[in-house]
């Protein structure tokens, strides 16, 4: 897409495979340096799956990603590290310890990564709530005493503990009301152009395809079979594809991005 940099990562001839379940086969995508990409697809297609496997949760059975021209696979395990500290993860729901305040929530990926006396942990815990729109007294609080959408904010605090490059967020809007899903969109569009992030967002929501995505990648019959943007979705002549981004609440996404 023109305006965007060189590819952040690439994916060639990837394969997931769960015992005899193939989840993915031959996928192939590339992410553009400072983009927004939304990653769309029927239930079970693995689009939670092809996630963790770039960030190395799991282990593809076959293929090569690559992730700053790097093939992280074969990288020493320090090398391999240091690399993982320029992406941070949005699981869904936050994926908080429940046992940690949100303010030690935030420093477990400086703990795990750095040493950083406590003061300055802190410090940038505050910095991080602060950045994310969550008031000062959500450091001392535990994701029990928090809404979902507060959750998620400090789980995007902690996301963003390590000033990363990459950001991937797994269903960052599920559950939360329009307007908590609406504010939540913004602060991501915000957050990118202030801090030049790329943004790999699984998703089924369509307000927030229509909103801050660039592009758009549609998994289906276990790899990807489109990546073009919103225009490009509603040109293209697949049966999911059609049904997905002309139905009805597909028609209502697009009327309340027209009315703005």
Known sequence: MDGY??????????????????IHDGLDLDVKRGEVLGIVGGSGTGKSVLLRTITGLNKQRAGEIRVFGQ?????????????????????????????????????????????LPQATMDEIAALKIGMVGLPPDAGPKYPSELSGGMRKRAGLARALALDPDIVFLDEPTAGLDPIGAAAFDNLILSLKNTLGLTVFMVTHDLDSLHAICDRIAVLAEKRVIIVGTMEEMLRFNHPWVREYFHGPRARAALDAKGNE
């Open 71 to 115: 093939d992280l696979q074969r990288l020493p395990d320090d090398a391999r590290r240091e690399y993982e500290t320029h992406w941070g993860v949005l699981f869904q729901d936050g994926a908080l310890f429940s046992s940690l305040t949100v303010g030690q929530n935030i420093q477990v990926p400086l703990k795990e990564h750095l040493k």
């Open 5 to 22: 940099g060189e590819n952040i990562i690439s994916i060639r001839g990837l394969k997931n495979q769960f015992g005899a379940q193939v």
